[in-house]
Each structure stands twice: as structure tokens, then as C-alpha cells.
């Protein structure tokens, strides 16, 4: 039987506490169903990154072999292809927007592609940035823009939701600190008020509360543990953040207080399914994760799954 569980370790030091709740989480969280698959088996060589849920019970993943955007039916785990792939593309993180388009960073290309998660049509392709070393990365939506961090570059990009606009490219200052030839900027979330972002700095390991007007960056205080290193995907349901730190295999619970000025820890979930997890989005009461797997072989006939855990009441 698989298990999952609430670790009572902190993730590098101290002591996690002994329960964990969702407390501040934002509307009510309808219990999914128990017969509904909590794993299910991604194409061989599909090298997954990014996950997204809508209102549906309908997973989108995004394939860092060609970029194609792979769609799953949480309800059977069964799966099919909604957005072919192209040879030289890539699809890193992705949400899904309430009108069915979908947001995709492009790694290393430097650009956001919208995408009808219904047809699978190419919407439009925004050229984020010219620069020679850039790996767009994720991707939050806020009420006029699509905001992607870039892992390479100390800057945001906020794609306009609607036609027409501009991309608007907002570099980070404040308490930032860019470092060279490693990830920094990786998952984005909205703030809980949805007035900022919250950005995990996967080297060293760090959360940041960035505005949006201005680009400041202001670090956030970790309470129970000394960093998020390797945090990649972000989920925050109220106050409480959900990081996932891929080659720690798991992910680790906060509690943000309400100026978003420290980051208690609570615990950490894992489970013996993880295989560097990159991503999460929540339907119901569970987490959705992908498996990268990026600590094993990279190649066409390698296995990838998705798994989902339950958000501990």
C-alpha cells in the first residue's frame, strides 16, 4: 500500500511541528473522490516539468522533450495529447487560464506560448527576452498578466492577458541576489491579498515577496529550517505555502504570517512515489505532482508517472 505522511523532521534543521493544516486556504476544498487513480503513467520519454489544474478534473503537463502539452483525466488517469510537440521546443511551467488558454514558459527559447488547452492552437508566441543565457521558467497568473520568472536573469516578465499590449520586463531588485551559472528564480505564486508574488530562489533557497509595481524584492524569513533549496513549484492555499524541493524528494509546509515577512515551518509531506517531483496543483484535497526523474537516464524509452497526496486536514 502506498503511503504518504506528514514528517515530523524539519527539511535541513530544527523540528517540524506535529500537525499540519491548511488553515487560511481560500474557499472550501471539495473532498475528491477515493476511487479516483492517485498515480498514473505519463508517455515513455516525455520528460514532464510543469503541471496545472483547472476547475475540471483535468491535468495539463508540460513535455521538456518537445514541448508538447500532454492532457489527463484525473477521474481514470487515462491521457492523451492535446498540443502536438515540436522538435527544438520545450514546455516548463504552465497554468491554465479560466477561459481555457494556457500559459507555457519555454526554458531556454526565452518565450511564453498561449495555447487553446481545447484545440491545442497555437494562440501566440511572445519573444520574452533576446538574451543569450535565459531559461523562462514558471508561471502565475494575476489579473491582467501572466508573470514567468526567468532561472538565469534577475527578472520577471509580465505577459498581458488579453490582446494586445506589451511584455513588460521587470527586473528585481531589493533584497535580491542573483547568482551566476545556477537556478534562482523558479516557481511564482500570487501573494494571499493577490496584490504580489511570492518567488522561490532555488539556489541557495530562498522566498521572496516581490511587488510587481516596482520589482522589489523583499526576503522572507525562514522559521524552522535554514533554506528551500531546490525549491521548484510552488502551490499556496491562504497563509499556507506548499514548496516542492525536487531533489529532496518531498515537499515542505509553511505558514506566511500575514505582512509575508516569515515562513514558519510545518512539516514536510513525502512519499515513496516521489522521483524528483518538480510541480504541484491542487484539485480537491489532494496535490497533483509530476515526476522529472532527473536523476536518472534522460532518453526516449524512459518511464514517468504522475502521483497525487492528500493535503493533510
Known sequence: MTRNHLSRRSVLTGTAAAALTAAGASGTAAATPRKWPTQFALPDGFLPEGITIGDKPYAYMGSRADGAVLRTDLRTGAGRIVAAGTPGTV??????????????????????????????????????????????????????????????????????????????????????????????ANGIVTTPDGRGLIVVRSTPGTLYHVSPRTGRAERITLRGADSVVNGDGLVRIGHTLYVVQNRLDLISVWTLDRRLRTATLRGT?????????????????????????????????????????????
Open 91 to 184: 514546455a516548463i511551467g504552465l497554468k491554465l487560464d479560466r477561459d481555457g488558454l494556457l500559459y507555457v514558459a519555454g526554458g531556454g527559447g526565452g518565450t511564453a506560448r498561449v495555447i487553446d488547452s481545447r484545440t491545442g492552437e497555437a494562440v501566440r508566441t511572445h519573444r520574452l527576452t533576446t538574451a543569450t543565457t535565459t531559461f523562462v521558467n514558471d508561471v502565475v497568473l494575476t489579473g491582467d498578466r501572466a508573470w514567468f520568472t526567468d532561472s538565469r536573469n534577475a527578472v520577471l516578465y509580465g505577459v498581458p492577458r488579453a490582446r494586445g499590449g506589451s511584455v513588460r520586463a521587470l527586473p528585481l531588485t531589493g533584497d535580491w541576489e542573483q547568482l551566476p551559472d545556477v537556478n534562482n
Open 269 to 313: 509531506i513525502t512519499d515513496p512515489r516521489f522521483d524528483v517531483p518538480t510541480t504541484a496543483a491542487r484539485y480537491g484535497d489532494r496535490l497533483y505532482l509530476v515526476n522529472a526523474r532527473f536523476t536518472s537516464p534522460q532518453t526516449p524509452e524512459t518511464t514517468f508517472t504522475g502521483v497525487a497526496v492528500p493535503i493533510p486536514a
